[in-house]
């Protein structure tokens, strides 16, 4: 790839990067065509297990960044 397209690629990334992060700050959804769409997941609180003693520990509540893959790509032979 050329410098000039390189430079357009990364261009490109960083800006869907900010968009992805102000959406998910907003708790909103983000559409990006022909990949998917990017939303923010509230997961509850939970018990866990640590996995070196088997102690049972609370895993607090969190948002967390979630991606939807578009039906083109779940559709696609891997």
């Known amino acids: 790839m050329s410098g000039d397209k390189q430079t357009t690629v990364k261009g490109v990334l960083a800006a869907m990067s900010t968009l992805t992060c ?6 909103g959804e983000l559409p990006l065509p022909g990949i998917g769409e990017v939303m923010v997941k509230d997961r509850p609180a939970r018990t866990g297990r640590n996995p070196a003693t088997g102690e049972a520990i609370e895993i ?7 991606l939807v893959p578009a039906n083109m790509l779940q559709e696609a032979p891997v």
């Open 60 to 66: 607090p509540a969190k948002r967390a960044v979630h």
């Open 22 to 27: 102000e959406a998910s700050t907003r708790g």
